[in-house]
Nanobody
Framework: VQLQASGGGLVQAGGSLRLSCAAS????????MSWFRQAPGKEREFVAA????????YYIDSVKDRFTISRDNAKNTAYLQMSSLKPEDTAVYYC???????????????WGQGTQVTVSS
């Protein structure tokens, strides 16, 4: 199984980025896709998840109304559209795949390699 995350970069506060996670080696439509992030010196935290059909989404409170998770099962790809970015959003962002919705990173089956997002003030 491979999850290839991309789309990170340096952006000013208030800007936008779109992360992508291309999956291979798994039946993509059978997995909940999630995004986690880890800031320096902090634990990895859940950010957002989307069910296999794309009909249900979940977010932590701090990103609601700013981030949107989506997926394209035909392309085996999940996305995280991030808008109104804040310096506190700076972190390495990881995509994850699991048969269930997992907010605890210890329970996640598959991880991508991470992509750095840096938001300058």
């Amino acid at each position: 199984v491979q999850l290839q995350a991309s789309g990170g970069g340096l952006v000013q506060a208030g800007g936008s980025l779109r992360l992508s996670c291309a999956a291979s080696g798994l039946t993509f439509s059978g997995y909940v896709m999630s995004w986690f992030r880890q800031a320096p010196g902090k634990e990895r935290e859940f950010v957002a998840a989307i069910n296999w059909r794309g009909t249900n989404t979940y977010y932590i409170d701090s990103v609601k109304d700013r981030f949107t998770i989506s997926r394209d099962n035909a392309k085996n790809t999940a996305y995280l559209q991030m808008s109104s970015l804040k310096p506190e959003d700076t972190a390495v962002y990881y995509c994850a795949a699991d048969p269930l919705t997992q907010s605890d990173p210890r329970l996640v089956h598959y991880w991508g390699q991470g992509t750095q997002v840096t938001v300058s003030s």
